[in-house]
């Protein structure tokens, strides 16, 4: 398949890296757990936010001279905000049939009533690699200011929140039921740039306590790697953690 065939070149320059770093003087320093909050800075026109929580885990390898090379992947998950949502997605079961069976049901019977409402959302897993340099402004705590650059697995999803209700005015009762429609997912992998700091506390000899803050923008590819759908330009985490050192 296409979207396989495009997964797999785009882990060869992590693998690639990786493998140099490890092979090369280099060696792991320490592995690192985080938890992240982030925000869509730049978004597609059209929608009116982007906000994510999710977490992660880094391998840090140290290449001498206060370089480092940081290999890693996480886990966010986005609610999203758009206007028009619906008409947007090009749902062709919508589009093509559901749509007109609603309006048909509401225009043929007075006692009978609907609140669609779309519910979007997307879930990343984002695979990166940073090149930094560690600085020591003092004996237990360092900060490391990183540029990297990653792909970001996605999954955009949609489903319609349906609540009705029919009146029946001689009992003075109306039945209520909701469900939710699902529209087909939205997938792709498009490559992004990054941006990051890192201060680390030296808790113990073994663990140190993380804060980070990461900017990250989208490589515009029209027509390739699900660019088209993606719905950030730009985007801003803070991470925090612990790192185990070796």
């Known amino acids: 398949m296409r979207g396989s065939n495009d997964m797999k070149r785009l882990l060869v320059p992590v693998i690639l890296l990786t493998a140099f770093a490890l092979t090369a003087r ?34 840090r390898i140290d290449l001498g001279s206060d370089l480092v090379l940081a290999v890693g992947a996480g ?9 028009s949502a ?8 919508w589009n093509d049939r559901y749509a007109g069976i609603v309006r048909a049901n509401l225009a043929a019977d ?31 705590f360092s900060v490391r200011p990183l540029l990297g650059a990653g792909v970001a697995f996605y999954t955009r999803s949609l489903y319609l929140h349906e609540s009705w209700q029919k009146a029946f005015d001689a009992a003075s009762y109306t039945f209520a039921y ?6 087909n997912d939205k997938k792709g992998n ?12 030296q808790a113990s ?18 027509g390739k790697f699900g660019f088209d759908e993606f719905p950030l ?11 185990i050192l070796y």
């Open 190 to 201: 498009p490559f992004f740039w990054l941006a990051e700091v890192q201060g680390s506390w």
């Open 233 to 243: 330009y730009n985007t801003l985490t803070i991470a925090a953690g612990i790192s």
């Open 205 to 222: 000899e073994l663990i140190t306590i993380d804060l980070g803050a990461r900017y990250t923008g989208t490589v515009r590819t029209p």
């Open 26 to 59: 280099g060696q792991v320093h320490s592995i690192q757990a985080y938890g992240t909050w982030s925000r869509g800075v730049n978004v597609v026109p059209g929608f009116t936010s982007a906000t994510a929580w999710g977490g992660g885990a880094a391998v």
């Open 75 to 83: 886990y966010e998950y986005y609610r999203l905000d758009q206007d």
């Open 86 to 93: 619906l008409q947007r997605w090009n749902w062709k079961f």
């Open 178 to 183: 909701d469900y939710r429609n699902f529209a």
């Open 110 to 140: 007075s006692s009978l009533s609907a609140t669609l409402e779309p519910v979007q959302s997307m879930e990343i897993l984002p695979v990166t690699v940073s090149l930094g340099y560690v600085l020591r402004p003092g004996d237990d």
